[in-house]
């Protein structure tokens, strides 16, 4: 389901915001694209240390937005190019992916993942 495109991202440093709302109020949450791991055809696995109100919110509506880009790869008409993923999230506490990824961040108390419905595209 990934794009090559948004693969060469990942491969680049950007700023990630991870957007989860309920209650009628959005939160949105930093990470670095070197902290995202995409794993079968349609998952993110993301190092959670802090993340509380992300996982408070998704707690009462999974659904979360993920935006992501880098000016390092070429896009529509120019340098520099970005993606929108919708999807739903759930914060894991065990399991091989909670394990692949305590190996590469060990700083890591969780790990959101995020299972990918939609992506795009957007420069």
Known sequence: MFPE???????HEGVVSIVSCANNEAHV????????????????LIPAAAMIKTEENTKLNSKVTLTLGSKEVMGYHH????????????????????????????????VLEVTVESCKQTI
């Open 29 to 44: 949450a930093n990470t670095w694209n070197s902290y995202l791991e995409l794993v079968d055809s349609n998952k993110v």
């Open 79 to 110: 340098m520099g190019t970005g993606f929108v993923l919708e999807g739903t999230a759930r914060f894991l506490k065990e399991g091989e992916n909670y394990d692949l990824m305590y190996k590469k961040f060990p700083f890591l108390t969780r």
């Open 5 to 11: 495109k948004l693969l060469e991202v990942v491969k």
